[in-house]
């Protein structure tokens, strides 16, 4: 079987596990917390559907980077709030239950939103925009693999606690193991394309990482702790969405490796951030 074939179902896997984890993990009482500050949520919503997405356009079309690094960033552009948010909120001594209740809101929201906001962002990309990319099929894809595990899980820690601890160390590790399988096949496969990807592209990744945090930062409130949660929310793209866009729609792509070298450098900036910030009390 080649790598290609099985990026696909190690993709899904990855996903819906990471997933089910985030609702085995999170209380009702979190998300309906979120729910009681409006303006923070409205807040956050400008600055990951609307305010990211436009600024990391921008940096593509200031690189004027290749087409196909390009739709990468676009599709990560379009995915908030990676599920391992909270816990780089948790190091960096941010407000927890802030960064979970605002990832599950904003995992819901990306199932229907990111896929159009995808097909926005195309538009205004030169040489993205007669993509083929099937925004119904996507939606659906995204409804199986993020909302379905994501229902679950939330019912299963609502219904019967006990087990959902239970179940959230397993699920968790496997999903993460998975994850690593399926980016060392990809980066083994297309490792001279990775190493050909230079210093423009990964200094591009850096402000596209850089920029959206600080906005998010900027519009987390008055408290330190929920800048802390609503920043790195916002800075740390969602790496699940992203590569399960990449591998539905660019299979056999540089986009997918694109993908996975962006989430490469948010994840290692979002820890340098976090681990800065937990020797600074909020």
């Given amino acids: 079987m080649s790598v290609d074939a099985l990026i696909r179902p190690l993709t899904v896997i990855t996903v819906f596990g990471l997933v089910l984890g985030v609702g085995l993990r999170v209380n009702f009482s979190e998300i309906v917390a979120a729910t009681r500050n409006p303006g923070m949520v409205a807040r956050s919503l400008l600055a990951n559907f609307v305010i990211a997405p436009l600024a990391i356009l921008g940096i593509a079309l200031i690189f004027e980077l290749p087409t196909d690094v390009s739709i990468g960033m676009m599709l990560m552009a379009a995915a908030p709030f990676a599920p391992m948010a909270p816990a780089f909120v948790g190091i960096g001594k941010g407000n927890v239950h802030v960064a979970a209740g605002h990832m599950v809101i904003f995992c819901v929201l990306a199932v229907f939103l990111t896929p159009p906001l995808c097909r926005l962002l195309f538009t205004m990309l030169p040489g993205a925009g007669e993509v083929e990319f099937d925004v119904g099929a996507i939606i659906v894809s995204l409804l199986i693999t993020v909302f379905a595990p994501l229902a679950i899980g939330l019912a299963i820690h609502e219904f019967a606690p006990k087990l959902a601890a239970r179940l959230l160390r397993p ?14 096949l990809i980066f083994s496969d297309q490792h001279e394309e990775l190493s050909a990807l230079g210093v423009i592209v990964f200094s591009a990744m850096i402000l596209s990482t850089e920029i959206p945090l600080a906005v998010g930062y900027a519009l987390g409130g008055p408290g330190t702790d929920t800048r802390r949660a609503i920043g790195m929310g916002t800075g740390v793209r969602n790496l699940g969405i992203g590569l399960l866009i990449a591998t539905d729609s660019f299979a056999g792509t540089p986009v997918v490796l694109a993908v996975l070298a962006y989430s490469l450098v948010l994840i290692l900036l979002g820890l340098a951030h976090a681990a800065y910030w937990s020797r600074r009390a909020p």
């Fill in 171 to 184: 699920v968790n590790v496997s999903s993460l193991v998975i994850l690593v399988v399926a980016v060392v």
